[in-house]
């Protein structure tokens, strides 16, 4: 037949087998002639339009040029391709580190302007970026008022909230993608998201002048909706879960040719986020933080923040030195937590994921067995939270910091909470906390937790009452 990966009836993914390194895309239908190949095979080297003169060309080619399965470690050409067609491992940016290393140091990384490109040679493109030159350098915020809540010695807020140009992380990931996108000569781009990729992707290819279009899951936030159709894409809203609106995106890149960003372009892509984790380092004054906690749909941005510090290590860009990377998720959606927990690398798909962490309901983790992977090999650990503990969690680092995330931070800082209540994170350490997109994008989660506004009329005298009456402290739900 011509299936090459399917689940088992249980759901699991049965260890050895070529299915469990098949991760999140088991659900995916993948053979020899499926669309994820062809797409591959559609853009070959004669469409690769490289911007850039020949010098920068060969210098960045020396960099990087090539695609590698994280398996078997063959090498495919830089194309629109993402998994090995001999194990289904994934392909991942291959890079030559010496030469990187020849001209990466402190010293010109600091020269550089404050975007997420400052660390170019260790991105997939081969020219110059051409999409979301602006994104990325966001706050390392040192949160002092957050560390004595958490009991924590240090804490300090990586607070993507307000990256450019659609507060949250996404536009990391999607200007890496955009621009490679470009250089493969692509028209159009896509992706299959829980919300924040498809703002990212409107937007930026908006900038770009790309036809866009998203795919969602039919039920998400109003304003994450709204955040995408504004730039003018195509929003298609699906009935069903993200891992539907993911399947589907499988067999539309094949079929119609198109650059989907997590899928026929997910190796270009994933490398994005690790910038997110670059910036912790430089931020804190060029070291690896001892405890660093990551929220995760895919697992992706977990896995890509363990590589950064890998890189930098590998670079002398930092000391080698100890670290711990810890997940979190919602209690609704949480398998890469479960796999964590159960001391398995099996991950075991959640069908119906039930959470108000919209963007994190992912239910078949296309990174999550290595993303267990990362955190079992650093010490950490993975806890999950609850509705409540999200919302508290969100308002805790309001009413703290003064940033407001959208649930995902919540995640953060409610497994933040917990993994130092049981010790994994020891109350004198330091932690750095992943908080990924802003608040104004899930209001909606928050209706009917939060205080309502005093009202008065427009008197000194009712206003000298309400002080006096201590009301305007309490807190009365809305
Ligand atoms: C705000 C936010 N944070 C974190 C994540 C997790 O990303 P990953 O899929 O890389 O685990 C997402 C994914 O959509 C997100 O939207
Ligand atoms: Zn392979």
């Known amino acids: 037949m011509g299936l090459l990966g399917c689940q088992t ?18 659900v995916r239908v993948l053979s020899r002639r499926d669309p994820l190949f062809l797409a591959g095979e559609r853009t070959g080297h004669d469409q690769v339009r490289h911007r850039g003169g020949a010098r920068e060309r060969a210098m960045a080619e020396k960099f990087f040029s090539q695609l590698k399965c994280r398996e078997c470690g063959r090498t495919y050409p830089a194309l629109a391709t993402h998994v090995c067609e001999f194990d289904f491992g994934p392909l991942e940016a291959d890079y030559n580190y010496s030469a990187i290393g020849a001209v990466l140091n402190r ?39 957050l560390a004595k809540a958490l009991g924590v010695k240090a804490c300090y ?24 996108a470009r250089e493969l000569g692509f028209k159009v781009v896509a992706c299959a998201s829980t919300g924040n990729l498809a703002n990212s992707v409107a937007a930026n290819a908006a900038s770009a002048g790309m036809e866009s279009w998203v795919l969602i899951p039919a039920d998400l936030e109003q304003n994450k909706v709204l955040n995408s159709i504004v730039y003018g894409t195509n929003v298609v809203g699906i009935e069903g879960a993200y891992d539907a609106v993911n399947r589907l995106c499988s067999e539309i890149a094949g079929k119609y040719g198109w650059g989907f960003v997590n899928v026929n ?52 860009l930092v ?40 963007s994190l309901a992912i239910g078949t983790p296309a990174d999550g067995y290595y993303a267990v992977k990362s955190m079992a090999k650093t010490g950490g650990w993975s806890e999950d939270a609850t509705d409540e503990e999200i919302i508290a969690g969100v308002q805790l680092l309001a009413e703290t910091e003064g940033i407001f995330a959208e649930t995902a931070g919540g995640v953060t800082v409610a497994c933040a909470k917990k993994l130092v209540a049981t010790g994994k994170i020891p109350k004198d350490e330091e932690v750095v906390l992943c908080i990924t997109g802003h608040g104004l994008k899930t209001v909606e989660a928050l209706t009917g937790h939060l205080a309502a506004p005093s009202k008065i009329k427009p008197s000194l005298k009712e206003f000298d009452s309400l002080i006096s009456s201590g009301l305007a402290k309490t807190r009365v739900k809305v």
């Open 107 to 145: 010293k010109v990384i600091e020269s550089r302007p404050g975007t997420m490109w400052r660390y170019r040679e260790l991105l997939p493109i081969v020219g110059d970026p051409t999409v979301g030159q602006q994104v990325g350098f966001t706050p390392l915020v040192k949160a002092d008022r």
């Open 265 to 316: 372009l997910r190796p270009y892509y994933a490398e994005g986020s690790k910038t997110y984790g670059y910036e912790i380092m430089e931020q804190l004054g060029w070291r690896i933080p001892r405890h660093t906690v990551v929220c995760m749909a895919s697992g992706s941005l977990l896995t890509k923040i363990h590589k950064a510090y890998g890189e930098f290590t590998k670079l002398g």
């Open 157 to 180: 807020v990586k607070n993507d909230t307000v990256n450019h140009p659609t507060l949250s992380f996404k536009d990391r990931v999607v200007a890496v993608a955009l621009s490679r």
């Open 319 to 358: 000391e080698k030195d100890g670290f711990s990377i810890h997940g979190a998720q919602a209690t609704g959606c949480n398998p890469i937590t479960a796999a964590r927990k159960g001391g398995t690398d099996l991950i075991r798909p959640v069908p119906h994921p039930k959470t108000i962490a919209k």
């Open 9 to 26: 009836q249980s759901g699991a993914f049965p260890k050895g087998d070529a299915s469990e390194r098949m991760r999140g895309f088991a």
